[in-house]
């Protein structure tokens, strides 16, 4: 499924939901808490960057926004969001989504806009305690916006599924790593933007049916344990001791960025599946893995505690301390995943991604990893470019390899 | 200086500017001392400084070292060895000129900021300061201590004074550890008496620019604000403050304002283009402009009260102007218009700092609609005169002067 595709499908899935009456509630940030969404009846969708729509942000937002957020102000100025009812903004992660949300606020008051905070600090249990408030008070905002209480039975199930459907994305992730030719990356990336579009039962059902398929594929090489024993070991986040096969192809192609949407990004890749479907076999982004390896929800205790430990759970980002923590862990996975070539992706005016990315860099060239550096606009309007870009990488990573 | 040429001159000069620049010497002096001694923390502007100081850990100001670098007019070629190293030009000057100095303290204003051996950053005022802290550790090795206070909507409520005051404690315990340090209760009590009387009477000075004609132009108030940022919390910055509020005071009882000739009075939004805001500010004295308030220098105020000296710590540094949303800076706007009887405003609209900057579109019309007043926004940069286009702003104030001339 192409990035377009995925688009006018979530949006022919969004028109249903609201045809039947359900709220819809648009997110931008990879951590957003759709179980807590869902516990309120209401149905979270992520918002993406539409690259059919022309700049119309400048009256309210300088050409130094970042691409990503001019690109939203757009959609909203042309109204052409996508059936949503409100959207929920994150506090305290980039300053420029953090002045959207008042800009937004200030030019559209009738918006139902939400705000919810989250620690940059990486500071344990005192984190933990006052994320679980923004999130209590975040609900008492669903519950004032939509007339709908917190549902503990709807939360419960809304737990289920996000989990059914990361343990199942999981599997696939690892799956790639062991032996790539077992699942294609866009196939990854297409269900995880699916879900991210609708967290709904029938998704989950057709990627069990995939986890079938591609078990079936793994036991003829006998790597079902292996596989699973990598996916545990990606959800510690312990990889030293990872043993892959000796057998696999090259060359193994990885992908690093913040806000870069993984089906995008995909499709882009696509350049490289024409040489070798196999090469790109892992990313570490926003709404890839960052996402996908989250720790599961304990049930224990308060609910809105349990919901901040699983979030604050998952690899920081870019917007939050702990550089050196997934330094190392870039380190690590490039390393022990046999990884030979990293793309670092880089939206154009994004703080974070800018900031960070040399130090990625920096790690690549000490592991002896090779790079490329890939500035991009949420439009992706430099396509041919990019396109070239990745293929003279590819080039270059084939023939380190040869060497 | 011959007396006649000084009287020419549309802008009249502070005599007590010669204290000010004894105060930062000391203060620079202090720092390379306290580097030597493996004692010194890089800190950022809105980072409660009384904390490290009580303890006697020296402080550094990058954002202040930034302002020397625009000043000195050696933003791009020290943003460029930031670029070389990886980053884009798109990110705060302060920032990349800092990187840059780091890796070429030989070619920089100063040779450079004391070499740092922890580095203090608080979000309060963006969230680049920890992104970019986090750059310079990797350069020079040395710790990063982010203390959190998420930006504010409205109150702050029990769980986020809960949280910062958690911070707080944490950098107690990062500092002693980190240079075998206390924190002791007489002390800590003799720095937050001595920041609160100066930031009183830095306040005063500020305040005092309601006159007609004002005191002070937003020039002198750029350069005065520097040691209520850098060192405040010593006796020697209450010391100039004093000698400050006594020019100031000397001024308004004899009506003798900043500029010799005031017609217009304006308000000027973010922080100023230091590599020529002098050229700016003379050029609009001649007119007759003068500014006599700005959001820039009105950032530092707030007191540390006597019940928990932290517990007010973590209150007044969550409630610092850029941590909190545009309508708070919409209303902060609108309140110095009126207060200080201003008869339009300027928007600088700073392309490296997207925390002050962004959203200044959307202020400006409210301001304006709520005020009555006409308002400007120009576009340029604090440090990288690169990003800067003289001529657009220069016809952009024009544009607004005839309005109001
Ligand atoms: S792309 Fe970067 S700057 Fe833009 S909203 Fe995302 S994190 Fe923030
Ligand atoms: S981004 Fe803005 S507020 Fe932050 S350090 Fe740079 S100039 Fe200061």
């Known amino acids: 499924m192409s990035n377009a595709q995925a688009t006018e499908q979530s949006e022919r899935i969004l028109k249903q939901l609201v045809d039947k009456g359900k709220p819809i509630l648009g997110y931008v940030y990879p951590h957003t808490p759709l179980e807590i969404i869902m516990a309120h009846g209401v149905m979270p969708t992520l918002l993406y960057a539409n690259p059919t729509v022309m700049g119309s942000y400048e009256a309210s937002l300088q050409t130094f926004a970042c691409s990503f957020i001019r690109n939203m102000f757009s959609q909203r100025v042309n109204d052409q969001l996508p059936y949503v009812d409100g959207i929920v903004f994150p506090g305290n992660t980039c300053d420029s989504l953090q002045n959207l949300a008042d800009i937004w ?46 549902s503990d039975a709807a939360f419960r199930q809304a737990v289920d599924l996000v989990q059914q459907f990361r343990d199942a994305v999981q599997f696939l992730y690892a799956a790639r790593l062991l032996q790539p030719n077992s699942v294609r990356y866009h196939r990854i990336a297409a269900f995880v933007r699916e879900f991210h579009s609708a967290p709904l039962e029938t ?6 049916a995939t986890v079938n398929d591609v078990e079936n594929s793994l036991a003829e090489a006998d790597r079902v344990d292996s596989t699973k024993a990598l996916q545990h070991a990606l959800l510690e986040r312990r990889l030293e001791d990872v043993s892959l096969p000796s ?28 040489v070798s479907s196999t090469a790109v076999v892992f990313d570490l982004l926003s709404f890839g893995f960052k996402t996908i390896f989250t720790p599961m929800p304990a049930f224990e205790g308060d609910l809105f505690e349990t919901m901040a430990r699983s979030v604050l759970g998952a690899l920081l980002e870019p917007t939050q301390e702990g550089l050196p923590k997934r330094l190392d862990f870039l380190k690590d996975a490039l390393t022990h995943l046999a990884i030979d070539g990293l793309i670092v992706c880089e939206q154009s005016f994004c703080d974070p991604d800018e900031f960070e990315s040399p130090s990625l860099l920096a790690v690549a060239s000490e592991v002896g990893v090779r790079t490329v550096r890939l500035p991009i606009d949420s439009e992706f309007s430099d396509r041919a470019r990019l396109e070239g870009r990745i293929q003279s990488f590819l080039e270059t990573v084939a023939h380190g390899g040869a060497e | 200086m011959p007396e006649k040429a000084k009287e020419e001159k549309a802008y009249r000069v502070l005599e007590s500017h010669s204290f000010l620049q004894r105060a930062m010497f000391r203060y620079m002096l202090e720092g390379h001392a306290a580097s030597e001694e493996g004692k010194l923390a890089w800190v950022t502007s809105g980072f409660p400084v009384e904390i490290p100081v009580a303890m006697d850990v020296g402080v550094s100001y990058p954002e202040q070292y930034g302002a ?13 060895y930031a670029e070389e190293l990886g980053y884009s030009q798109e990110l705060c000057s302060y920032a990349r000129a800092s990187i840059g100095s780091v890796k070429h303290p030989e070619e920089s204003p100063l040779e450079g900021l004391p070499a740092p051996q922890a580095l203090l950053a608080c979000n309060n005022i963006c969230g680049t300061v ?36 958690h911070g707080l404690d944490n950098l107690v315990s990062f500092l002693s550890k980190q240079f075998d340090t206390t924190l002791e209760e007489d002390k800590f009590r003799e720095v937050t008496d ?29 350069l005065a604000m520097a040691p209520v940022v850098a060192i405040r919390g010593r006796d020697y910055t209450l010391e100039y403050y004093q000698t400050l509020l006594n020019e100031v005071k000397d001024r308004v009882a004899n009506g003798l304002g900043a500029i010799r000739d005031e017609k217009v009075r304006l308000l000027w ?19 007759g402009v003068v500014f006599p308030a700005d959001t820039y220098t009105h950032a530092w105020t707030g007191s540390i009260k006597d ?23 919409v209303d902060k706007m609108c309140d110095l218009i009126k207060g200080y009887d201003l008869d339009g405003f300027v928007m600088f609209s700073v392309r490296s700092c997207k925390r002050y900057s962004l959203g200044q579109l959307v202020s400006k019309e409210l301001v304006s609609e709520r005020t009555g007043v006409p308002g400007v926004v120009i576009e340029g940069d604090m440090v990288d005169s690169r990003l800067q286009n003289d001529a657009q702003i220069e016809t952009r104030l024009d544009a607004l002067l005839e309005m109001l001339l």
């Not at chain 2, 009387?197 to 004609?213: H, M, N, R």
Request: charge should be negative; glycine fraction near 6%.
């Open chain 1, 105 to 150: 606020h200030l030019r559209y008051p009738q918006d139902k806009i939400f705000r919810l905070t989250y620690p940059a600090g990486d500071q344990g249990e005192a984190a933990v305690q006052y994320f679980a408030e923004e999130l209590r008070i975040f609900s008492n905002s669903l519950e004032d916006a939509y007339g709908s209480p917190f």
């Open chain 1, 203 to 208: 998704l989950v059902d057709e990627l069990r």
């Open chain 1, 247 to 274: 057998d696999l192809p090259t060359p193994r192609i990885a992908i690093v960025g913040g806000m870069t949407e993984p089906l995008a990004i995909a499709e882009l890749a696509n350049v490289i599946s024409k």
């Open chain 2, 68 to 80: 020397i670098v625009g000043s000195e007019k050696a933003g791009p070629k020290l943003c460029d």
């Open chain 2, 130 to 165: 920890l992104r970019w802290y986090d750059a310079i550790s990797q350069m020079t090795g040395a710790p990063v201590f982010l203390l959190d206070t998420p930006p504010l909507e409205g109150e702050q409520l029990p769980h986020h004074i809960a949280y910062v005051r």
């Open chain 2, 194 to 222: 001595l920041s609160t009387e100066t930031i009183g009477i830095w306040t005063q000075c500020l305040e005092a620019c309601k006159s007609k004609p004002s005191p002070l132009n937003c020039a002198d108030r750029f």
């Open chain 2, 269 to 287: 939004d973010n922080i100023p283009p230091w590599f020529r805001v002098f050229r700016i500010m003379g050029a609009l004295a001649k007119k």
């Open chain 2, 307 to 329: 019940e928990d000296r932290m517990d007010s710590i973590a209150s007044m540094y969550s409630n610092v102007y850029l941590n909190k949303g545009l309508e708070a800076k």
